[in-house]
């Protein structure tokens, strides 16, 4: 049994997080995604538009997605490894060698970003377009 676990905030989800995870799956017999909560990604200093919960329940509704869980610090990563037995860390190549030293306790992999796709293009396409409208604005 071959688990695979990955990283990220997957707001406004797309194409390019759809692939990743799709990759990811295949290269094991489950795939665990860690995304970040909100209090996490505000210590980042970034806001996403879809809630932690929001945005959980789109990434579990993702075939190739067989768990969810929170990523709530920096250094849960190691924690994660050995609780799930993961066996392969993945990430997209904009984040090419930020993790090398889990190797010591699995396989580490980049995967290539998808071109010319990224929640923050989406944010700011769409604020282009509606330019009275605060995208930034979370939904209640
Ligand atoms: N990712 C990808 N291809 C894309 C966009 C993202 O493979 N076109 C991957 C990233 O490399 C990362 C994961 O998806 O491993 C989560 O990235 P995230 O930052 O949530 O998505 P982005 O669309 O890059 O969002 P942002 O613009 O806010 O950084």
């Known amino acids: 049994m071959k688990t695979i676990i990955t990283y990220g905030t997957f ?9 990743l995870f799709k990759r990811l799956r295949a290269l094991g017999d489950k795939l ?10 505000a210590l980042k200093g970034k806001a996403a538009f ?3 919960l929001q945005r959980a329940e789109i990434v579990e509704a993702c075939k ?22 993961i066996s392969i860390f993945g990430m997209g190549d904009d984040w090419q ?5 889990l190797s010591i306790l699995c396989d580490v992999v980049y995967l290539s970003r998808t071109g010319e796709i ?3 293009e989406i944010k700011n396409s769409l604020a282009a377009k509606m330019p009275n409208h605060d995208i930034n ?3 209640k």
């Not at 060698?97 to 030293?101: A, H, N, S, T, V």
């Open 137 to 139: 604005k979370v939904q």
């Open 32 to 41: 665990i995604v860690a995304v970040s909560t909100d209090e996490f990604n």
């Open 118 to 120: 990224s929640s923050t």
């Open 50 to 52: 879809f809630s932690y």
């Open 11 to 19: 707001d406004l989800f797309h194409f390019g997080h759809v692939r």
């Open 64 to 85: 190739y997605v067989d768990m969810v869980v929170p990523e709530t610090h920096w250094q849960q990563k190691a924690k994660d490894i050995c609780k799930h037995d």
């Open 97 to 101: 060698g930020e993790f090398d030293e």
